[in-house]
């Protein structure tokens, strides 16, 4: 069974940081590209990162870019979401998705499992 | 950036009837490789979103046949053939053409 399990969410003053976790079980994950999207709450849907299996390339949404830096551990089937210098606008679900298989189509939105999400709320 | 518009923002279905939802984007989501990068999800209440079709039309895996994909260019139409309870949710397009994907602002289904 797939399961994609997200952790390290809380509440976190403006300005600080935080590392968000996705830990993956079930399937083969240095063969899947990874993404993360989030929600604010009551909101809709905001991509917000990906990366192939090898960690090639890396892209980013324009809202997070220069703050969030994705990356994961094949070894450790993890994926993370460092999130710096957040700020209020950053408050949302963030889920973990799994992306496609095939490594020239890393950055579709092809996501045919999400986590349970975990709430990142930055305010002071 | 490309943007693309839902509509409508609420629908009440009865059960048994069908079911449509627009998505327009602002650009064409047709590739040079033929292919179509359009994708559905549904959220349902309290949970994570789950995945419908993708490619335009091809259902994931697992997806009820009762929902399909249609449309061309700019145009696109989620149908739901007869609706069920379980069918209630946010529906949310979103596009691959283009890094970063764009979501539409998504649809909420009740039920009768």
């Not at chain 2, 064409?28 to 292919?35: D, P």
């Not at chain 2, 359009?38 to 309290?46: E, F, S, T």
């Amino acid at each position: 069974e797939v399961q994609l399990v997200e952790s390290g969410g809380g509440l976190v003053q403006p300005g600080r940081s935080l590392r968000l976790s996705c830990a993956v079980s079930g399937f083969s994950f240095d063969d899947y590209a990874m993404h993360w999207v989030r929600q604010v709450p009551g909101k809709g849907l905001e991509w917000v990162s990906g990366i192939p299996w090898n960690s090639g390339l890396v892209a980013y949404a324009d809202s997070v870019r220069g703050r969030f830096t994705i990356s994961r551990d094949n070894a450790q089937n993890s994926l993370y979401l460092q999130m710096d210098n957040l700020r209020p606008e950053d408050t949302a679900f963030y889920y973990c998705a799994r992306g496609p298989l095939y490594y020239n189509d890393w950055f579709l939105p092809h996501f045919d499992f999400w986590g349970q999400g975990t709430l990142v709320t930055v305010s002071s | 950036d490309v943007v693309l518009t839902q509509t409508p923002l609420s629908l009440a279905v009865t059960p048994g009837q069908p079911a449509s939802i627009s998505c327009k984007s602002s650009q064409s989501l047709l590739h040079t490789n033929g292919k179509t990068y359009l994708y559905w999800y549904v959220q349902r209440p309290g949970q994570s979103p789950q995945p419908l079709i993708y490619e335009l039309s091809r259902r994931f895996s697992g997806v009820p046949d009762r929902f399909s994909g249609s449309g061309s260019g700019t145009n696109f139409t989620l149908t739901i053939s007869r609706a069920e309870t379980e069918d209630v949710g946010i529906y949310y397009c979103v596009e691959g053409i283009h890094l970063p994907p764009a979501f539409g602002g998504g649809t909420k289904v009740e039920i009768k």
